[in-house]
């Protein structure tokens, strides 16, 4: 894919600045919230590096749903890359729940109601894809794979981080976007490891043609604590994600086993359903716990920061983890072009960005354990919270309608 961003663009970006409060900037992380935030620092005339453990980009991860303040943001980075992901992606129509048995329930509009609530679709994508979308606006000199961070220095004229191999480089600011197990928040903050919610997760991403997914379509299934999704991401590829309330939160001890794991909980289930896992590679399956972190009230020390999923790790419940990566990387950036100092910007963008993603965290948990409830458990508590604000509708509407330089709605 061609890079959008050319030398001469940043020079001319630069020119811009007056004197910029920070040269260099490494981000350790190329997954999406690293390399969103690369394309916005850059585009604000900044040196910005990257620095990712694996040694190649190549087929990774799973699918996942970019909503509208997801894109709203991505749009404000950078309008190509939503350019990109809708020609790379699903624009979901509808929405189908199934039984396990495989009869519909119920089928929702998904493109009608989000283009007239929220000016947006709502795209599937592979993980993968994206990443090579973002990475497609970066000089490839800029991207360093093949650097695994374990660990960083920080006093008051810049920050030393440390690689494996004995590699080394020095930054005037650090900003770790390196995951759920981020090892710049382990340094940082020491929070330990993370915290199991209550659900395991088996993903696989499978070229498969058959009438189970129209291309336009998502569809959920609803088991017994259990739920499947099917999720179009895009060039005749289909993703499907089987999700499970359990107190084993094991791993299995090969491929082959977990495979055989997820048939076992299959048994009873739509025939077409155990297709679909029956034709995966077992080294497709992506196999893990679900988990989450308690919110931080602060995420930045001198010249270290976090961002994404290594700030604020959340169940998937409501499909925002990526999303709000993207709406970090732009305000990060933002606050960077905007501040006289490193510790104004990193004040400002705390207060961007804490409160916002606290609340997702928060309900992103409750909602993790909602989706396994039987029906009259959903019922019983849809009754209960008849009379409690923010209604469903008032947070995602919260959720979905926040824009870049929007200030934010209490809940
Ligand atoms: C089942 C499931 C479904 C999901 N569905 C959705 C969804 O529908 N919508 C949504 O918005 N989000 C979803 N998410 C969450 C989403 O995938 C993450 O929130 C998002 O990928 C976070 O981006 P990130 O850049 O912070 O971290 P990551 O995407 O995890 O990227 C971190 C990067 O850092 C690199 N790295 C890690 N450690 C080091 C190191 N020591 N040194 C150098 N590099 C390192 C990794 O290789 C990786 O490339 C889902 C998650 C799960 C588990």
Redesign the pocket.
């Known amino acids: 894919m061609k890079t959008t961003n050319t030398h001469t663009q940043q020079k001319a970006q630069m020119g811009k600045l007056s004197k910029p409060i920070v040269e260099k900037i490494a981000i350790?992380?190329?997954?999406?919230?690293?390399?969103?935030a690369a394309v916005a620092l850059q585009k604000q005339g900044f040196d910005v590096h990257v620095?990712?453990?694996?040694q190649e980009f190549r087929p990774a991860?799973?699918?996942?749903?970019?909503?509208a303040n997801?894109l709203n943001f991505l749009a404000a980075i950078e309008p190509s890359i939503v350019e990109d992901l809708k020609h790379s992606g699903c624009d979901v129509r509808q929405a189908i729940l199934k039984k396990m048995t495989g009869e519909t329930v119920q089928s929702n509009p998904i493109r009608s109601r989000n283009l007239e609530k929220y000016g947006q679709p709502f795209i599937?994508i592979w993980?993968w894809r994206l990443?090579q979308i973002l990475a497609s606006k970066l000089p490839p000199e800029i991207i360093h794979l093949n650097?695994?961070?374990?660990g960083f220095e920080q006093n008051e004229k810049g920050v030393e981080i440390y690689?494996e191999d004995q590699k080394k480089v020095y930054a005037d600011l650090l900003i770790g976007?390196?995951?759920?197990?981020?090892?710049?928040r382990e340094k940082l903050i020491g929070d330990g490891t993370p915290h199991y919610v209550g659900s395991m997760?088996w993903?696989a991403v499978i070229k498969y043609n058959q009438e189970l997914l129209k291309p336009d379509e998502l569809v959920f299934i609803k088991g017994n604590r259990q739920r499947m999704f099917l999720l179009n991401v895009g060039d005749g590829y289909i993703c499907w994600?089987f999700?499970k309330l359990s107190s084993d939160f094991s791993v299995s001890d090969s491929a082959t086993l977990a495979k055989s794991r997820v048939l076992n909980e299959l048994a009873g289930w739509d025939e077409s359903l155990r297709g679909l896992v029956e034709a995966t590679e077992a080294e497709q399956i992506l196999e893990?716990p679900?988990c989450d972190r308690a919110p931080l009230t602060h995420w930045s020390k001198g010249r270290v920061t976090l961002?994404?999923?290594?700030?604020h790790?959340?169940a998937?419940s409501l499909?925002?983890?990526?999303?709000?990566?993207f709406e970090d990387a732009y305000e990060l950036a933002q606050c960077f072009s905007q501040s006289s100092s490193i510790e104004e910007a990193l004040t400002s963008y705390e207060k961007r960005r804490i409160e916002r993603t606290q609340i997702i965290q928060t309900r992103s948990a409750l909602g993790e354990m909602r989706y396994y409830e039987t029906d009259s458990e959903t019922s019983s508590r849809q009754t209960q919270e008849q009379s409690q604000t923010p209604t469903r509708e008032e947070f995602q509407d919260w959720l979905y309608n926040y824009k870049p330089f929007l200030t934010s709605f209490a809940v």
């Open positions: 350790v992380g190329g997954g999406l919230g690293g390399l969103a620095y990712e453990r694996a991860g799973a699918g996942l749903g970019i909503g997801g599937t993980w990443q650097h695994r961070c374990i690689f976007a390196d995951g759920l197990r981020s090892v710049v997760s993903r994600i999700r893990g679900i961002l994404g999923d290594a700030a790790p959340m998937p499909g925002q983890g990526a999303n709000t990566s």
